[in-house]
C-alpha cells in the first residue's frame, strides 16, 4: 500500500503544478493584452561623451611656405646689361635667355644637354623661327603693376616646354619663374600665367595656375587642379 500511495502522491503533485502553470499563464497574458501599448525599456543607454583633444600641450605645426614651381626667391641677371626706361622690351630676349643659361651653369644646374644649348646659342637671337627651339618672346603684366614682363619659352626634348619669366627691379632683368611642363596650351588671364596639361584620360587636363607673390617676389603656384579639357584648350599650343 504504501507503494501505492508513493505513485498516487506524484501524481497529484503534477496536477497541481500544471493548474498553477495554466493559472499563470492565463494572468500574463491577460496582463500584456491589457498593457500591449505601454513602452518598453531598451536596456541602459551609453553615456554620451564629449570631444577629446588628443595630445594636449604639443605645439602646432608651423603654417607650410607656399608652393614655388622650383624658384623660392628673384635670381638678378646681372650679365644682362641694365634699362633704365624700366621697359623690359627694350633689352633682346635672346640675350636674357643666353645669360640664364650661364647663370645656371655657374650654379652647377644646367637645363639643357650640350646640343640643345648649342642649337639654342645658335638662333637665340632670332627666336621663332620654323627650326629654333626659342620661343617667340611674350609680353604681359604678371606682377600687376602695370607693366610687362617678358616670357620666354624654350622647347626641350620631344615634348617638354621650359618658360622663364623676368620683371625689372631697379632697372635689373631678375628672373620671376623658372617651370618645366608638357603643355597642351599656355596662357596669361587676370596677370597669372596658367599652363594647361594633358590628363591621364582622353578629354581631361590638368591646370597649374602660376600668381605674382608680392611677399617672395617671384610667381609661384596658386591653384593645380584637373577636369575636363575646354573647347579652347583642345588645339596643343605652346610646344
Given at each position: 500500500?504504501?507503494?501505492?500511495?508513493?505513485?498516487?502522491?506524484?501524481?497529484?503533485?503534477?496536477?497541481?503544478?500544471?493548474?498553477?502553470?495554466?493559472?499563470?499563464?492565463?494572468?500574463?497574458?491577460?496582463?500584456?493584452?491589457?498593457?500591449?501599448?505601454?513602452?518598453?525599456?531598451?536596456?541602459?543607454?551609453?553615456?554620451?561623451?564629449?570631444?577629446?583633444?588628443?595630445?594636449?600641450?604639443?605645439?602646432?605645426?608651423?603654417?607650410?611656405?607656399?608652393?614655388?614651381?622650383?624658384q623660392e626667391k628673384p635670381q638678378p641677371l646681372?650679365?644682362?646689361?641694365?634699362?633704365?626706361?624700366?621697359?623690359?622690351?627694350?633689352?633682346?630676349?635672346?640675350?636674357?635667355?643666353?645669360?640664364?643659361?650661364?647663370?645656371?651653369?655657374?650654379?652647377?644646374?644646367?637645363?639643357?644637354?650640350?646640343?640643345?644649348?648649342?642649337?639654342?646659342?645658335?638662333?637665340?637671337?632670332?627666336?621663332?623661327?620654323?627650326?629654333?627651339?626659342?620661343?617667340?618672346?611674350?609680353y604681359h603684366d604678371l606682377t600687376g603693376d602695370?607693366?610687362?614682363?617678358?616670357?620666354?619659352?624654350?622647347?626641350?626634348?620631344?615634348?617638354?616646354?621650359?618658360?622663364?619669366?623676368?620683371?625689372?627691379?631697379?632697372?635689373?632683368?631678375?628672373?620671376?619663374?623658372?617651370?618645366?611642363?608638357?603643355?597642351?596650351?599656355?596662357?596669361?588671364?587676370?596677370?597669372?600665367?596658367?599652363?594647361?596639361?594633358?590628363?591621364?584620360?582622353?578629354?581631361?587636363?590638368?591646370?597649374?595656375?602660376?600668381?605674382?607673390?608680392?611677399?617672395?617676389?617671384?610667381?609661384?603656384?596658386?591653384?593645380?587642379?584637373?577636369?575636363?579639357?575646354?573647347?579652347?584648350?583642345?588645339?596643343?599650343?605652346?610646344?
Amino acid at each position: 500500500m504504501s507503494h501505492v500511495r508513493g505513485l498516487r502522491r506524484p501524481r497529484a503533485l503534477v496536477r497541481a503544478v500544471a493548474l498553477a502553470s495554466v493559472v499563470a499563464g492565463t494572468a500574463v497574458l491577460l496582463g500584456g493584452c491589457g498593457q500591449a501599448s505601454a513602452p518598453k525599456s531598451a536596456g541602459h543607454a551609453a553615456p554620451v561623451t564629449g570631444p577629446a583633444e588628443l595630445w594636449p600641450g604639443s605645439k602646432p605645426a608651423p603654417a607650410a611656405s607656399p608652393a614655388t614651381g622650383g624658384q623660392e626667391k628673384p635670381q638678378p641677371l646681372t650679365a644682362v646689361p641694365r634699362v633704365p626706361s624700366g621697359d623690359i622690351r627694350k633689352v633682346s630676349a635672346g640675350s636674357v635667355l643666353l645669360a640664364q643659361i650661364d647663370a645656371d651653369k655657374r650654379r652647377d644646374q644646367p637645363v639643357f644637354e650640350e646640343n640643345e644649348e648649342r642649337t639654342i646659342r645658335s638662333c637665340a637671337d632670332k627666336p621663332g623661327s620654323g627650326s629654333c627651339p626659342v620661343r617667340a618672346p611674350e609680353y604681359h603684366d604678371l606682377t600687376g603693376d602695370g607693366k610687362d614682363e617678358l616670357i620666354v619659352g624654350v622647347r626641350s626634348g620631344s615634348n617638354l616646354l621650359i618658360i622663364y619669366a623676368y620683371t625689372l627691379k631697379h632697372g635689373v632683368v631678375t628672373s620671376i619663374l623658372g617651370s618645366t611642363s608638357s603643355p597642351q596650351s599656355v596662357e596669361v588671364a587676370d596677370h597669372k600665367l596658367v599652363i594647361h596639361e594633358p590628363g591621364d584620360a582622353p578629354g581631361y587636363e590638368s591646370r597649374t595656375v602660376y600668381a605674382w607673390d608680392a611677399r617672395h617676389q617671384v610667381m609661384t603656384i596658386q591653384d593645380v587642379g584637373y577636369g575636363r579639357r575646354a573647347p579652347a584648350s583642345a588645339t596643343p599650343s605652346g610646344r
